[in-house]
Structures are given as structure tokens and as C-alpha cells.
């Protein structure tokens, strides 16, 4: 029987996706054997989770009321990329190739689940869409879920403004955070106009 202290750590590492008992426990013996420094950080980091907000904008994970990319003056407002997870936002941040904003749904349709547009933040996109918004680019996962929610996003925006949806090749039924780089860049010049 491992001290009562040590039995929360492995609880609290429990959490973690993919992380069973055995793991947690690897976890909690390697966090312990840290100096002081890495463990005040760690503790630090972990406990600056409860500050972190949604931005008001588009969704995504943020520091303050808007996230770092609605913050920045060097984006193009005119042109929204839709994605289904905020993760999603990186993958496509390291292609390079796009400097417009995103709007992140948190989630996709999935009537198997449960999971409906009204679920979905898709509400708060309409609102930002306007006379300016030049295209709205739906990058969901190249899924049946992601292709659903495309289908439905483009029937909903249909002559508000120009849509277009990432032409993904090979990778469909894959997901656009592990489509790598190369593959997300051709998807994002080769997209088609819905
Ligand atoms: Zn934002």
C-alpha cells in the first residue's frame, strides 16, 4: 500500500487519456524523483490549467478574452478557417500557408452520439460572419463526422459567403491533427469551392 499523497498523484495521472494504473504509478514515481524546481514548475503549470478560458470570439483555448490569434493585427479577419478541435489549430499553423482566423466547433455532428449542431459552436460563427467575410474554409476532420458537419456548415452558409472545404487526398478517415504537414499544405492551396 503506496502513502496516501502518493495514491492521489497516480489518481490525478489517471486522467490522462491512454494512462492506466501502471502508468500513472511509472508517473507519479518519475514525478517524485524530480528536484524541487521541476516539481514547483510542474505544479505551476498544472495549476495555471483553472485560468485558461475559451475565446469569446472563436473558441479556442486562451489566456485571456481572445485568443492569441484574434488578439494579432497581422491576421486577415476576411477569411475563417473552421475546425472541429482547437488542436487542430496548430497542425494547421505549421503549414505556414494560412493567415486568416479560425473558428473552432468544439466537437462534430454525430447523431450516433448524440452530438447535434446545437451541441456544436456553430452559433457564434454565423454571428461573425458579414458583408466583410471574403471565405469561410471548412477544414473538419476528413471523416464521416468532419464530412457531416462540412455537408451542414455549407447548406447553412449557402450565399452568405464564399465556402470552401480542404480537398484531403489520401487521408480521409484520418484526423486533420495527424495529417502531416506536407499533406495539410496541399489540402489547403488544392481546396474546392463548395
Ligand atoms: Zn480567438
Known sequence: MYPRKFEDLTEAFRHLPGVGAKTAERYAFAAMSWDKQTQE???????GMKDMKLCKT?????DDDLCVYCKASD???KIICVVQNAKDIQAIENTGSFKGLYHVLNGGINTQKGILP????????????NEDTEEVILATDPT???ETTALYLTRLLDR?????RLAYGISVGSHLDYTDTLTLTKAFEGRTQK
Open 41 to 47: 514548475n510542474f505544479i505551476q503549470a498544472v495549476s
Open 58 to 62: 472563436c473558441g479556442n483555448i486562451a
Open 75 to 77: 491576421r486577415n479577419p
Open 118 to 129: 446545437e451541441d456544436l459552436n456553430i452559433e457564434s460563427l454565423m454571428e461573425r460572419i
Open 144 to 146: 464521416v463526422e468532419g
Open 160 to 164: 452568405k459567403t464564399k465556402v470552401s
